[in-house]
């Protein structure tokens, strides 16, 4: 059941005044359910009881935090249909969607698991002592990974499960050994409160201390502010837009002591037609990316806004093609109507921009909140001077640029901001041909794709889900996949510590049989 | 022979105005040599042959790199006599220090070469791909390190080699495949332009491009601006004050692009000794502890600025004995008369804080920019409630913190700033019996040590040189040893990616022979 209050850890908590409610986008109206936004001292006491939950939670084994992981995946099941109703309700999206962002909210959870009972991602490394060296002997140091404290994070709003309350930032710091402290999405609070009581039953089942988990309320800027600015709050994941992203992220670093924040801001994830993709397969990619353009009503960080090509006939082949393919397909409901609003300013200033042509727009008319999608093109010249046409457009929208040459080509891609994304589309032989290309898109993004869609971001220890600024603030991180654990952790030295008193994974029998570098070899043996 | 031109690239330029000579400590007067300041238009000749470089260089093999690498080292040797008289003229450092750290500075170029040549640093993660996964298929995707861009170094006062024109920013950016500028220390100018002399010569026998380094001359803090924001430099690293790296790493989190500043800015390194390291060896620890202060002039890092120990008459004899041993030392040169007044106000102030009782003032007439050494004493609480006397002075100076028991340590400790390193002196036994104490000093610093003393940095992979702010500004990173590298690269995947493009790495047949993750096993395999 939804009570609208906070989990100030296992407490309810709702001690302000100022409430708000979420929407149903296919109803095209508030849902029956009342929230209270988070008070001052609510944050404080989620915040101290996080901070003092750290310091037993921290020295947890890695098997009784994968237990506890498990079980957050078994009670997110156990809500069964309240859980799936009420996320449909407040996304507007389907049922289908909603099952199958669950099974990969519980996947990610389960992943982490499996990483902590294998173990070896604490990146032991040793390098024994030599007494009799010269001119100095060479003392025995030990290196791994430790949890760094309470981790806020801020959920999506395209992905209620997983990017949000039990996503892939909560699973991986609870992995990490950091208590969570999470600033509810206003989208989906009434899911986010389901979801927190799962995690808080797991957290009960598994012996966990109190404080290891909390859920906060929030529908304005303040709640989160605070939670950044918190001393006790060590480090910040966020899932969002470049302007929510790029504030937190100046905010934590004003801080007296400034903690690293990790934004997954989007991007508007270029796509490259090379000639052979357009003369030889052309209509299949034109079909393949109407449905990625549309896909969830384009409201995916990874969705294509833009595909570059070289003018030839292949190319107009390739824009008539997707234009007619796009526009038989029919609108889907946005998560919310401020989205929907934003969606369609943005199509209508793009739109307006000097150069540009309407290649499909979907007119007929629909219910409310439903994304009506479009698709632009422009030439190589005009995008090139008009900054406008790079930004993203929350939706299903996208601009195909006829570039003048692979010179011209080279030129946007070395313009553009840093993305999530970068999509080549060719035959092999290509790559060489276009090397300049492929290097300066390269250059630009976290994950290149050959012939593909970047929609659909898979969750294993190669994805690198983040990009150059603005794409992430932190280019050298991902938030999705298992190295995501690697943002809550900081290495620690030990330098000629007592075996009995090192932690496990840095002690000369390797206790827990995890890969380790020894004297600058990787093994997974004992140190005799 | 040393002209005070700058280095851009290859080419010696010196179009400014504004000059500069560096300082004979020892003579108490200026040097012969006199330095022009780069200019706006040199820093950016600077970082644009950079960028341009950086286009080729990120391509070389690690095996081309190791050798660029170590035919620096060769080349510094090569510069014999004259660099090591320039070093301790321009110091005050006498010729052993500047002998051994010479051969340090060698052989961490050697150590990045020999990383290089082995190649498994870039860390690569394979996942197969998995064609009849239900309900989707699993892509190929693969995942390893990639340089960033063009790096500012800006080098230290106290280490004119070894964290300097060619130390450990320097070496470990060079090995990851990005181009360095290095913004000269003004009290070592002349030392900074013979080492870069030798790191060209070396890049011209071994076929780098012109740009891979560039050296330029500033006094105050313009140049560095100037460079921290150029849009072209794509990450810092610093070695000196909080004030300095602070004001960098503020910058460059203004940048329309943020880039990452790796700025170490020094701590106090609290050491604690345990009742039984009082009781059983005070004697010894308060003679090593003697030297440990006073070392190079107290002129390090980690130079241990605080000692902590509870109350009781061991304390007070160990207190006695460092005082008569400290007193015994001859006071050394310090680096230039500005480090040398910061250091007399330093003691000034904290000598005159409440509470503070001196236990040894080395008070016989010395030479000009010589410094003598001083220890306080101060009872837990004052400390406690003063936070002038957690400051760092740079130089011969450290407190003795008297607590009336193991809580007041341990609230003492949580209160303390980030440090590099915090020591523990005992027995073995109580690191068990004093838990609270060792856990609070692990959670604030980036090297823990037992029974030891914090000065001597070990390079080699297990050494954490950093610790949590303001000790340094990402506790992530480490600025010594050979993790090192792992500031100037970001993971780059490849999906779906054709064999034959793929970076060497990532192939199939694993042709560097590295040791790789795939399908989450470690493994030096080929992939069938």
Redesign the interface.
Known sequence: MITGKNYIGNEQSATGSKTYSTFDPKLNMATEWNFYEATEDEIDAAATKAYNAF?EYKNFSGSKKADFLIAIAEEIEALGDELISTYTKESGLPEGRAK?ERGRTMGQLKAFATLLK?G?WVEA???TAQPERE??P??D???ML?P?GPIAVFGSSNFPFAFSTAGGDTASALAAGCPVIVKSHPMHAGTGELVSSAILKAADSTGMPDGVFSNLNSSGIEVGQQLVLHPKVKGVGFTGSIKGGTAL??LA?ERN??I?VFAEMGSINPVVALPSALSENGTEWAKKYAGSITLGAGQFCTNPGLILGIKNTSLNQFIEVLGTEIEKLEPSCMLHPNIHNNFEKGKQELSTQDGTDVIASYETAVDPNYGQQKVLTVNGSDFLENPKLHQEVFGPFSIVVQCANANELTDILHQL??QLTGTILGD?SE??TFEEVV?AL?SR????????VPT?V?V?????HGG???AS????F?SVGT?AIKRW??????????Q??LPDALKNDNPLHI?R?VD?E?T?SKID
Chains 1, 2 share one sequence.
């Open positions: 310091q199958g294998e070896s490394t040793i390098d001119p100095f060479k003392l140091i030990r290196k430790f760094i992220y100046k670093n002591e400034p690293p901001e840093g092999a790559i060489k290097d390269q993004v976290g994950r290149i794709i050959f012939n593909g659909g898979e294993c220890p190669s994805m690198l150059p600024f603005p603030t932190d280019s050298r991902t190295s952790v900081r290495p620690v030295s030990y330098q000629n510590w007592p009995q008193s890969m570098i600058s990787h997974n």
